[in-house]
């Protein structure tokens, strides 16, 4: 690790205590405009990269979610982690035959995005005696080169996986594509807000639409406009990824 200063170390203490009261605050008139109160918006910061001794800084801070992206990368930094104070997410793409090395381990994975995976969640989670909450990731815009499940199959699958022991789906996730205007995000976001609605509606056994996790540095705003109840920042607290 990257020696600093004690110069540059109070430097980035201080960006980040003013990042996150911005971002706090721009919550709470996206609550507002939206007609609910902040403490309805889950703030998880995406920690990819960022050292624990400042995700254990905006901990302190009043931070209460943090999330990683990369399994090697959880694992090195998790002894350190302040998880008395914090709650750990895992948000990134999750291969199967890591699944053991986090269950047990994270509060929620939020990129569940097939039966496969989802299996494996709840074997390893009976295995450990623990109940793992997860949200069902959307791939909304049909890319790709992005993981995610899409409208048409998401109601066949959540049927599939509601039936396994040792798990709870907790709601959806999206990663919107980089859109050119705020006009086309908005679709994007008020789209997978319609689908979260309609797939509350049915009441479902062991299907909790409780999150909406949707909206990330550049665009959280628009996300918790449309309706998000979760917002994954990262650059936007931590800034960008220029101290590693």
Do not use: W
């Not at 049927?159 to 006009?183: A, F, N």
């Not at 509606?201 to 996300?223: P, Q, R």
């Amino acid at each position: 690790m990257m020696e600093r200063s004690s110069t540059e170390q109070a430097r980035r203490f201080d960006d980040i205590k003013a990042n996150y009261y911005e971002i706090c605050e721009n919550i709470e008139r996206a609550a507002a405009e939206s007609g609910r109160k902040p403490d309805e918006i889950t703030f998880l910061a995406a920690t990819k990269t960022v050292e624990p001794e400042f995700i254990n800084y905006a901990i302190s801070l009043g931070l209460t979610h943090i999330g990683e992206n990369k399994v090697q990368e959880m694992l090195s930094k998790y002894d350190e982690y302040d998880l008395d104070n914090s709650q750990l997410h895992f948000i990134g793409h999750l291969q199967t035959n890591k699944v053991r090395q986090i269950v047990g381990k994270v509060s929620m994975i939020q990129s569940v995005d097939s039966l496969k995976l989802a299996q494996e969640i709840s074997k390893q989670s009976i295995k450990n005696d623990v109940n793992t909450d997860i949200l069902i990731e959307v791939n909304i815009g049909k890319e790709e080169n992005k993981s995610g499940v899409t409208e048409e199959i998401i109601d066949e699958l959540l049927e599939q996986i509601s039936s396994l022991e040792g798990i709870k789906i907790r709601g959806l996730m999206s990663v919107p594509p980089i859109c050119d205007s705020k006009q086309e995000i908005f679709k994007f976001f008020d789209k997978m807000y319609k689908l979260f609605i309609d797939i509350s509606s049915k009441k479902s056994d062991n299907i909790y639409m409780d999150y909406l996790s949707m909206g990330m540095s550049d665009d959280y705003k628009e996300a918790i406009l449309s309706g998000a109840n979760m917002i994954r920042v990262g650059s936007g607290l931590f800034g960008a990824r220029i101290y590693r």
